[in-house]
């Protein structure tokens, strides 16, 4: 009986631990500009440091992440890597985010922390 009670509380944590990592990855601010540039369709990664503005071992570093959670996918084209969006449900899920954090944006993007102090 206990472990019946039991299994559905680690099926809870493995649920709540899966969906807390998948957001930490595009909770950064790298990670989400590229996720939002592969949107506009495929890039390289010397195109994708072009348009960022930022060292190519930091794209290439934040393109690994997002290539290992499946939110991007990458090609290779002769000496190149195209990488492209893994999924197109990624553009409804930061359209519904958008949505969510409506006129809170800038308050949202001004914030040193958020909410309480235990946050």
């Given amino acids: 009986m206990e472990r019946e009670a039991a299994e559905p509380a680690e099926a809870q944590q493995t649920f709540n631990l899966a969906h807390a990592r998948f957001f930490r990855v595009l909770g950064d601010p790298t990670r989400l500009a590229l996720v939002q540039e592969l949107l506009g369709g495929p890039h390289t990664v010397s195109e994708l440091v072009r348009k960022l ?66 946050l």
């Fill in 53 to 118: 503005d930022m060292p190519q071992s930091r794209v290439s570093n934040h393109l690994a992440c997002l290539r290992w959670c499946h939110f991007v996918t990458a090609e290779r084209k002769g000496r190149q890597v195209v990488y492209s969006i893994g999924d197109a449900r990624l553009r409804q899920l930061l359209r519904l985010a958008t949505h969510l954090i409506g006129d809170d944006q800038d308050r949202l993007a001004a914030a040193g922390g958020i909410g309480p102090e235990w």
